[in-house]
């Protein structure tokens, strides 16, 4: 005998669609508006991303997203929306198997690591802001790349920090075991500085 199963059909939740392109984040309840990342950030975020993603998928260990807004469940704000320019999150965090939402803007998990590449327009009370919140949140890993420096500061926690120069190698530690590649290799050459 065949029998036909018969599905309930699904209502999903509208989506937030914000007003325009600008990239947002969602701060105690209101929209914030990010200011742009310039090519030249874009483009480092692209590379690094590429690279964690390859290695998480080759090691089977997760996926790594550019500009994908999170929300970040903290004590004070069970809604806050935050929107790092690489994040990678682990198939112990989302199964690889476990479907995405075609539908809602924030992805509702904690990424394992968390990058923020900085810019011109970045206010540094508002990055070190972001560190503290991806730590009360459960991010177990930061890195916050300084691409006029040529640097990278690995953030462990808000009070286990490293500096790594263009000499060094940056590795992946807990999150993304065997992980390596130089800090040089992070920053694509750019043009001097008119």
Do not use: C
């Amino acid at each position: 005998m065949n029998s036909t199963a018969v599905l309930e059909p699904v209502l999903a939740t509208p989506a937030v669609v914000p007003d325009d392109e600008a990239p947002y984040e969602i701060i105690d309840g209101k929209r914030v508006e990010l200011p742009p990342m310039s090519i030249y950030a874009v483009v480092t975020a692209t590379e690094l991303s590429r690279k964690l993603g390859n290695h998480g998928e080759a090691q089977n260990l997760g996926r790594a997203v550019t500009d994908g807004l999170f929300r970040l469940p903290l004590a004070r704000d069970r809604n806050r929306n935050r929107q790092p320019d690489v994040a990678f999150v682990s198939y112990a965090r989302w199964p690889r198997e476990r479907p995405l939402s075609l539908v809602v803007n924030a992805w509702d998990v904690v990424p394992d690591l968390a990058v923020e590449i900085v810019s011109p327009t970045d206010r540094v009370e508002e990055l070190f802001e972001k560190i503290a919140e991806y730590f009360e949140a459960g991010v177990s890993l930061v890195w916050v790349l300084f691409p006029n420096l040529q640097m990278v500061q690995v953030y462990e926690s808000l009070t286990r920090v490293r500096g790594l120069t263009a000499a060094d190698e940056l590795d992946g530690g807990a999150v993304l075991p065997g992980f390596r590649t130089p800090v040089a290799a992070l920053f694509p050459e750019a043009a001097p500085s008119s």
